[in-house]
């Protein structure tokens, strides 16, 4: 008898993946809601941003391989309001992300480029693509004619 009570208050075996994976989808549905939720945050606060100053970083920051992918990302969010940018000294920062990030700042007025080995290269696609620029430091750059 009790094999009976057991059996017929379970759901059948349809029924019981049918119920989760409403359940399932909420859950997705919500996540995907939480994350487009935190992107907007992200972008109120990073269009308040108008200074970033990479230069204070100790050195092994400064000259980490990962400063280049990092920088990307946070210019790509903060192009909009980024005034200022010094990467005095940070030898991480490649020259071919700062000739790509290059167009994505057009309102920069500050930019420090001390060491960090760069080119005319780079100088060349920042004059171009950053026309408010007041402020460039190249100091230390030995491959810059």
């Not at 119920?19 to 606060?45: C, D, F, I, M, V």
Request: with cysteine; hydrophobic share 40%; aromatic share 4%.
């Amino acid at each position: 008898m009790a094999r009976a009570l057991a059996a017929a208050a379970a759901p059948p075996a349809d029924a019981a993946s049918a119920a989760s994976t409403p359940a399932r989808r909420n859950t997705a549905l919500t996540r995907s809601s939480s994350s487009a939720g935190a992107s907007e945050k992200l972008n109120a606060y990073a269009q308040l941003v108008q200074c970033l100053d990479l230069a204070s970083m100790d050195e092994q920051h400064r000259c980490s391989p990962e400063l280049s992918r990092q920088l990307t990302r946070a210019v790509t969010y903060l192009h909009a309001s980024l005034r200022d940018l010094d990467l005095g000294f940070c030898k991480g920062a490649r020259n071919y992300d700062l000739q790509r990030i290059a167009p994505l700042m057009p309102n920069l007025t500050h930019l420090n480029l001390a060491s960090g080995g760069r080119t005319d290269i780079v100088i060349s696609k920042i004059a171009k693509h950053c026309p408010r620029l007041v402020k460039l430091s190249i100091a230390w750059n030995s491959s810059v004619s």
